[in-house]
């Protein structure tokens, strides 16, 4: 099997961190195309568990020696640079053999070569946004191949190779991998300062998002959300610059930008506490048509990220009320709003866990305003309850302020210490660079430095039928089990 247009061989892939939410999507398109497929990661996981069901050789731990795991080298290894250190000794064996080294991203661009390929771009919702495109298309009958963040609930997976025309996928900004794919619809959902860590400063963060524009192909078209004042900014500079663009949202937000063609309109969107119902008015290829869906995810951020997942669908050639019709059936990502359990009895009876993986004081916001929302929809006086685990130190220090603000949307909350994840860890700092500053005097504060503490300090905050979430990218959503579980003990 030969790497679309290079000399790379992808008939033996070997990926460093093959157990990656991105990775592990790659490596399974590459079995389903026959490939064989080696790697390694530095714990066992469950997506490392699926791939060895599927015949992928992967080792524990990172050694040179995990590049003999097929029998004889691979053809290209896989590697994520924002991830893995370069003295890593499988890729320092892999210079040495002279074997082609990839990003993801390459190896995804490559994947993709002759799709209609539907990439979705944004500081927040691509992971939510795509695999609502993905429910959606595949309800239309386009049989789409795809790869994203996070594992649908319905179809338990977060990658597939479909035998249709269509591929969606991620487009990822923060190592400006994005650049890599030359996508027919590109979808930026928001843009908004982060990964400073990476990009330095917002106006080089902000100008990836340009070059992604430019990307698009001769005949494609770039899909801006309306509501969002930088994603239209990128599509008028867009329009300018030539490329086809259609913008999404409120009809409130297209009146202010009449400039920025409106593809789809939110008509009406009712939350009566249970799924939203949501008209959209469409406006593609010079035909018009009212569409109409239930959304089951709560929040008006995830009706506007349906609304873009119907857009691109309609723009890539699909039929739009069978797409409307896959969006009714959407239920969601994991560690997105994803519901965890309920207390059946005792002291916090009806009580509810949930599990998100909000990272960005935007996104915090968003969840934290959509459980609020949900609690007022049902009635009786639930109050919303928050284990945070910051993820960066960078982030943390960037964002401390809007972070504190976003908190105190919740009546209660539980700040952990930092995730460094790939950063070292910074002296003297720590997670009371946020509770600080949140206002107590309407939301409860702890900071929790003791992680296996956390459950029961969340415990003490909480009442009965409240909403109690588990929120960032690290290692907190293992909690969200030990906290149900904590609350469904007496005593």
Do not use: W
């Not at 298309?137 to 649908?152: R, V």
Request: proline residues 4%; contains cysteine.
């Amino acid at each position: 099997m030969n790497h679309p247009g290079s000399d790379v061989d992808l008939a033996r892939v070997h990926l460093i961190g093959i157990g990656g939410s991105g990775m592990s999507g790659v490596a399974h398109i590459l079995l389903d195309r026959g490939s064989v497929v080696t790697g390694s990661d530095v714990k066992d996981s469950l997506p490392v568990r699926a791939l060895r069901a599927r015949g992928a050789q992967i080792a524990v731990g990172h050694a040179a020696d995990n590049l003999d795991l097929a029998g004889e080298l691979p053809t290209a290894v896989v590697t994520s640079f924002a991830a893995i250190p370069q003295d890593n000794p499988e890729l320092a064996r892999a210079r040495a053999e002279a074997i082609p080294v990839l990003r993801r991203s390459d190896l995804l661009a490559e994947l993709m070569e002759g799709y209609t390929q539907v990439l979705f771009a944004g500081t927040h919702g691509k992971t939510s946004t795509t695999s609502m495109a993905v429910v959606a298309l595949q309800a239309a009958g386009e049989e789409p191949s795809f790869a994203i963040g996070g594992q649908l609930n319905r179809a338990g997976t977060n990658a597939h190779h479909g035998q249709g025309r269509i591929f969606a996928a991620e487009a990822d900004e923060s190592d400006a991998s994005l650049l890599r794919y030359a996508p027919d619809i590109a979808v930026i959902t928001n843009i908004e300062p982060d990964h400073l860590d990476y990009f330095g400063d917002a106006d080089s963060y902000f100008r990836v998002f340009d070059d992604f524009a430019d990307r698009v192909t001769e005949s494609g078209t770039l899909v801006v959300c309306l509501d969002d004042a930088h994603a239209v900014e990128c599509g008028r500079r867009a329009i300018q610059r030539g490329v086809t663009v259609l913008g999404y949202g409120t009809a409130a937000a297209a009146e202010v930008c009449p400039d920025v063609p409106a593809g789809a309109i939110i008509a009406e969107e009712a939350h009566c506490g249970g799924p939203a119902q949501v008209r959209v008015d469409l406006a593609v290829g010079g035909a018009e048509r009212r569409v109409e869906y239930s959304m089951s995810v709560p929040g008006h951020h995830m009706v506007l990220n349906s609304v873009a997942a119907l857009l691109a669908g309609a723009c890539a050639g699909a039929d739009p009320q069978r797409l409307a019709a896959g969006l009714s059936e959407y239920t969601g990502v994991r560690r997105r709003f994803e519901f965890k359990g309920e207390v059946a009895e005792g002291t916090f009876a009806g009580a509810r866990v949930y599990d998100d993986y909000a990272h960005h004081p935007t996104e915090v916001a968003a969840v934290l305003g959509a459980a609020r929302e949900k609690a007022r929809a049902e009635g009786g006086g639930a109050r919303v309850v928050v284990c945070f685990q910051p993820h960066l130190y960078s982030r943390t220090r960037e964002f401390a302020a809007e972070f504190a603000a976003a908190l105190s949307r919740a009546d209660a909350a539980v700040v952990l210490d930092i995730f460094g994840a790939r950063e070292t860890p910074v002296e003297g700092m720590d997670s009371r660079i946020i509770t600080d500053r949140i206002d107590r005097t309407a939301t409860e504060v702890r900071y929790e430095p003791d992680f296996s503490a956390a459950p029961a300090t969340v415990r003490e905050l909480t009442r009965p039928g409240d909403i109690v979430l588990t929120m960032g990218a690290g290692t907190v959503t293992m909690l969200a089990e030990e906290i149900l579980s904590a609350l469904a003990q007496e005593g």
